[in-house]
């Protein structure tokens, strides 16, 4: 296929990108490089250093005859959504839109976006499946889901296919591809732990130890970000042959405590990990936990990347090359 993958720059993109070479197909990345980094563009591959909002990107659509576009470009901190969320709704939401013009308008078909479990907001119960009442507790979440809920109208009424990719916990690196985690700033549990443990950062802060879950600190579902890489390539493969869209939650349905995440981090460095104990984070529910059923079922896909000790060990051996 013909990929045009937007946010190819970053750290779910960049895996995608090379993903797609390894499965033989054609790639374009459109990256305004506001987050993302040239250096992960892989020799031969044209990247467009333009935001998903430029006119040139209909035209590139066109010229590169473009049959299919991987939609990572986004926005992804809650906590900024919530002090200010126009970036969300103008980012994320409207930019969406104005991209989905230039893809109607190409003639493209297919369409996948990168979604999140943030769709959910509280879980009501646990494991997540789709079925489960999608209400956002913030405007990270309400952003992602008001663009489901466009690709949907747009299903039905223009004939696009499209497939909503809710992701869990998204961890892990790809290190003989020098691809691997950097964010600025850094927020996720996972390379904080392993850059306090490696003397690279400050002791890390556990938020909350009074949850009602087996240690009292947050559980969450960690899926490894190739595993993700392999369901997109599903996604296109399932809407090439017809398939029905809609959304698929995508993680391992395995839970992992902070204190699991510490544990499993310090037998894989063999160090301690400096830790201090504060209170919660606002917004952060106590167990996210996916039903990737559907996903299996439909797709065809199983993450063959799953245990938390490979996922850790994989961002371990990034971290400690930067
Ligand atoms: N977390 C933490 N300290 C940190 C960062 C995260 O205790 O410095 C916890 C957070 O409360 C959550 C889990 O680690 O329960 C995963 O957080 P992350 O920000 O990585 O992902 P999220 O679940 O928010 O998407």
Redesign the pocket.
Known sequence: MRVLVTGGCGYIGSHMVRCLLHAGHDVTIVDDLSAGFADTVPAGVHLAPFDVRDPRVRELLVDREIDSVLHFASRIQ?GESMRDPRLYFRDNLAAGITLLEHVLSAGVRRFVLSSTA?VYGYPQYTPIDEAHPTLPINPYGESKLALERVLASYATAYGLSYAALRYF?AAGAWTDEGLGERHDPE????P?LIDAALGKRAP?????TDYDTPDG??V?DYVHVRDLSDAHVAALVYLADGGESGAFNLGTGQGHS?RE?IACVERVTGKTVPVSYGER?AG?PPV?VASAARAARVLGWRPSRASLTEIVSDACAWLARQ
């Open positions: 809650v943030a916990n927020t996720h549990l996972l904080l890390m802060t556990v938020f909350g600190t947050c969450r902070v995440a984070r952060d996210l």
